[in-house]
């Protein structure tokens, strides 16, 4: 999840680095307010969750509340990377004497990178990096021999390694992927302001930080990605016509590719997870049966740490709660396979044997569904059926 730069700056101050001070702004009037309670030179920045702002014409610098007023005006009217501007960041102009650059990326790997450059990015020389041990964390001295290669004043130098510790422990405590302070301002006095920042938290470690979570805008998702979310699913709409609905992101894609290999087209990708229980599943199918696009549903779970007796009662759950509109399609394997089969006998959807055999009559159904308008929620039994679902513990 990507911070808001107020946001991400709101962060570091509970940590003690200094930002800029200002406020948010919703409208011309509000930051001709905030100009005005500031005084003197203000910088009006687009709150926008994509690169290139100042590019954009999404950073102006003014004078006094009414060009705050008027800048803001013209900058709510922008469009940058196709998002709009719905608040601004007002903010008191720093006169600084030089500019740093400091950021801390978690690698692939699973080391911590911090990066140290004398200028702003994009760089001109080399940057600095230094990289972290995690059993003892970052250590002053290391910030201190880089920070004397890059010339600093003894100030500067200190207040260096203050900000670097402090970024540290805001990645740690709240499971940032990547933590940037793009450029970090050099006062006249040695002292540093963290001017620009930039913060990517983990997704998947929100749920341990509640307060993160709720700084994701309601209007940045649509109603049905923040039901997901509430559930734990992973959801991504698309824009076919065929639910899925998935254990495991690799099985997603998986059966996303063979609803296009048969000529069908996606119209989301819907995780449970691992080791989902019917609760979460009965979730899952809630969002997909109100889904009035549409035309068919195919669940397709690989049992491992998932039971598929639980998936077979989730789906129960949701049928029984809800208005099939369309055709279900559910292929079960692996653990409780059977079990879960059994269960599903005489609901209001078809098993099926495998994968491709569930896509290509899912995509029949569609095609059926759109020519007509509508489709019947039942559907026959295919005769051969119990001779070829597969045992228990086959790959998809």
Same mark, same amino acid.
């Given at each position: 999840m990507r911070l808001h730069e107020?946001?991400?700056?709101?962060?570091?101050?509970?940590?003690?680095?200094?930002?800029?001070?200002?406020?948010?702004?919703?409208?011309?009037?509000?930051?001709?307010?905030?100009?005005?309670?500031?005084?003197?030179?203000?910088?009006v920045k687009a709150q926008v969750l994509a690169p290139g702002r100042g590019r954009a014409g999404g950073i102006r610098l003014v004078s006094d509340p009414e060009e705050a007023e008027l800048a803001a005006q013209e900058v709510m009217g922008l469009s940058i990377a196709g998002l709009p501007v719905k608040r601004l960041l007002v903010e008191r102009a720093v006169d600084i004497t030089g500019e740093l650059y400091l950021g801390l990326a978690l690698q692939p790997t699973g080391e911590t990178l911090l990066t140290l450059a004398g200028e702003a990015a994009p760089f001109t020389h080399e940057p600095i990096t230094i990289h972290i041990d995690d059993s003892v964390g970052l250590l002053p001295f290391q910030?201190?021999?880089?920070?004397?290669?890059?010339?600093?004043?003894?100030?500067?130098?200190?207040?260096?390694?203050?900000?670097?510790?402090?970024?540290?422990?805001?990645?740690?405590?709240?499971?940032?992927?990547?933590?940037?302070?793009?450029?970090?301002?050099?006062?006249?006095?040695?002292e540093l302001v963290a001017v620009d920042v930039k913060a990517v938290v983990d997704d998947n470690a929100l749920y341990r930080h509640p307060q993160l979570a709720e700084l994701r805008e309601a209007e940045e998702l649509t109603a049905v990605e923040i039901?997901?979310?509430?559930?734990?699913?992973?959801?991504?709409?698309?824009?076919?016509?065929?639910?899925?609905?998935?254990?495991?992101?690799?099985?997603?894609?998986?059966?996303?590719?063979?609803?296009? &290999? /048969? +000529?069908?087209?996606?119209?989301?990708?819907? *995780?449970?997870?691992? $080791? %989902? !229980?019917?609760?979460?599943? @009965? #979730?899952?199918?809630?969002?997909?049966?109100?889904?009035?696009?549409?035309?068919?549903?195919?669940?397709n779970v690989f049992g491992g740490i998932t039971r598929c007796d639980e998936v077979a009662t989730g789906i129960l759950?949701?049928?029984?709660?809800?208005?099939?509109?369309?055709?279900i399609f559910v292929r079960?394997?692996?653990?409780?396979?059977?079990?879960?089969?059994?269960? &599903? /006998? +005489?609901?209001?959807?078809?098993?099926?044997? *495998?994968?491709?055999? $569930? %896509? !290509?009559?899912?995509?029949? @159904? #569609?095609?059926a569904g759109e020519q007509a308008g509508a489709v019947p929620a039942a559907v026959a039994q295919e005769p051969a059926l119990e001779e070829r679902r597969p045992e228990p513990g086959s790959q998809a």
């Open positions: 107020y946001q991400a700056k709101r962060l570091l101050q509970s940590y003690a680095v200094s930002v800029p001070e200002g406020g948010v702004a919703y409208t011309p009037q509000e930051a001709h307010e905030v100009a005005a309670q500031l005084g003197g030179r203000v910088v910030v201190r021999e880089a920070a004397y290669s890059l010339n600093l004043s003894r100030r500067a130098a200190d207040a260096l390694i203050r900000m670097s510790l402090a970024l540290w422990q805001v990645m740690l405590a709240n499971e940032c992927l990547r933590l940037e302070v793009n450029p970090v301002a050099v006062l006249p006095t040695g039901e997901a979310r509430r559930y734990g699913l992973s959801y991504v709409a698309m824009q076919g016509n065929i639910g899925s609905l998935v254990n495991g992101a690799g099985l997603a894609m998986a059966t996303s590719d063979t609803i296009e &290999l /048969q +000529g069908g087209q996606s119209a989301n990708i819907l *995780d449970v997870g691992g $080791g %989902a !229980r019917a609760g979460r599943v @009965a #979730a899952g199918m809630n969002i997909l049966l109100r889904d009035r696009r549409l035309r068919a549903i195919l669940v759950t949701a049928v029984g709660c809800n208005e099939v509109h369309c055709p079960l394997t692996g653990t409780n396979a059977d079990q879960g089969c059994a269960l &599903l /006998q +005489g609901a209001p959807l078809q098993l099926v044997p *495998d994968l491709v055999t $569930g %896509a !290509r009559l899912a995509v029949q @159904a #569609a095609a």
